[in-house]
């Protein structure tokens, strides 16, 4: 998975990217193999200083490119810029999760139909005398 760290009104440490790095870039484990190249990760850090004394730092992640057009977003907000991280990376854990349990399901239940069109039609042709069965000269 592709990553692109942006940072806006606070200095982009190297701390802050690897944090990043590891906790974003580790989902890449929760998507299906063949899309993990594909998938990019767009992380934009807001520092939204205020009047009162409640400043609070902002993760928007979105994630493309994980199947046909499918798109994934996660904004959280905290006073500490880690923990807006951490809530962002696991609400995007769940519902990437949760997309690509779909996906597998989608895929397994094609699956197990054809599979039972293929025995059906094997049946009905050993059941009708087809080829393959009865007697050989």
């Known amino acids: 998975m592709k990553l692109q760290i942006k940072a806006v009104g606070l200095e982009l440490t190297d701390s802050v990217q690897t944090y990043v790095t590891e906790k974003i870039g580790g989902l890449e484990r929760f998507i299906l193999q063949n899309h993990r190249d ?4 767009d992380v ?13 730092d902002k993760c928007h992640v979105i994630i493309s490119g994980i199947g046909r057009g499918n798109v994934i977003n996660a904004e959280e907000e905290a006073e500490d810029m880690h ?3 951490d809530r962002a990376a696991h609400t995007l854990k769940e519902t990437i999760r949760r997309h690509e349990d779909k996906k597998r ?13 293929t025995s059906t039609v094997d049946e009905s042709s050993a059941a009708q005398g087809g080829p393959g069965e009865g007697d050989r000269s």
């Open 105 to 117: 399901d989608h895929i397994n239940r094609e699956a197990r139909d054809l599979k039972e069109q």
């Open 83 to 85: 923990v807006a991280i």
């Open 38 to 41: 594909s998938a990019f990760a």
């Open 44 to 56: 934009k850090l807001i520092f939204m200083p205020s009047d009162t004394k409640d400043t609070k």
